[in-house]
Nanobody, 124 residues
Framework: QVQLVESGGGLVQAGGSLRLSCAAS????????MGWFRQAPGKEREFVAA????????YYADSVKGRFTISRDNAKNTVYLQMNSLKPEDTAVYYC?????????????????WGQGTQVTVSS
């Protein structure tokens, strides 16, 4: 079982930056592929970014590529999402997710562990 707690959300103007953090419980954090997803009002939850466990390979949604960076610090059991050049359409609740196993996925159904979410609001 993994427990995830997100932080770092808030209100920011368009063009600004935020860094989200996701603290995970458990001694095997380094073995979990991790992902960030988001859900805007009235829309379905969607993939944002993922970081694999061993290779450290990263994957991004086209909508955030070049603006967002996912990273992990296994010593701190934490995964980060650095968000730059934010746009009003980035407004959403952002969720951290984890899965066991070696494969890195971009689909919601592959992640059984979820945090409670943190709100990001970008004003125009």
């Amino acid at each position: 079982q993994v427990q995830l707690v997100e932080s770092g959300g808030g209100l920011v103007q368009a063009g600004g930056s935020l860094r989200l953090s996701c603290a995970a419980s458990g001694r095997t954090f380094s073995s979990y592929p991790m992902g960030w997803f988001r859900q805007a009002p009235g829309k379905e939850r969607e993939f944002v970014a993922a970081v694999c466990r061993s290779s450290g390979n990263t994957y991004y949604a086209d909508s955030v590529k070049g603006r967002f960076t996912i990273s992990r610090d296994n010593a701190k059991n934490t995964v980060y999402l650095q968000m730059n050049s934010l746009k009003p359409e980035d407004t959403a609740v952002y969720y951290c997710a984890a899965r066991s196993g070696s494969s890195c996925y971009t689909t919601l159904s592959e992640y059984p562990y979820w945090g409670q979410g943190t709100q990001v609001t970008v004003s125009s």
